[in-house]
């Protein structure tokens, strides 16, 4: 699995490596994608911030409006970062743009 970088947040992937930082770290605003788990009320496209990553890799994000909690697990959930500037103003682009 490839990490993701500021210029390249490589759409469709999870945006994870445990080598080097990224911005998916704590504080990273991500958008969510897609996960097996068929009980979560996320939607494509909603937006939230990383509040920790556990010592198994579990990214704890804090979901957009409410601020419930819901772990996305690398190789299972799919997510991207928001670049750093996004403003939470306008609606983040899914993946496979460009």
């Given at each position: 699995m490839t990490g993701c970088t500021p210029d390249e947040p490589h759409p469709?992937?999870?945006?994870?490596?445990?080598?080097?930082?990224?911005?998916?770290?704590?504080?990273?605003?991500?958008?969510?994608?897609?996960?097996?788990?068929?009980?979560?009320?996320?939607?494509?496209?909603?937006?939230?911030?990383v509040v920790s990553v556990d010592d198994l890799g579990t990214f704890h994000v804090a979901w957009d409006p409410d601020g419930h909690i819901f772990g996305l697990v690398p190789g299972v959930d799919i997510w991207r970062p928001l670049h750093p500037r996004w403003d939470g103003e306008h609606a983040p682009m899914t993946g496979g743009a460009e």
């Open positions: 469709g992937e999870s945006c994870v490596t445990f080598e080097e930082p990224t911005i998916c770290g704590s504080g990273s605003h991500v958008a969510f994608i897609s996960s097996a788990d068929e009980h979560t009320r996320l939607r494509e496209g909603d937006t939230g911030v």
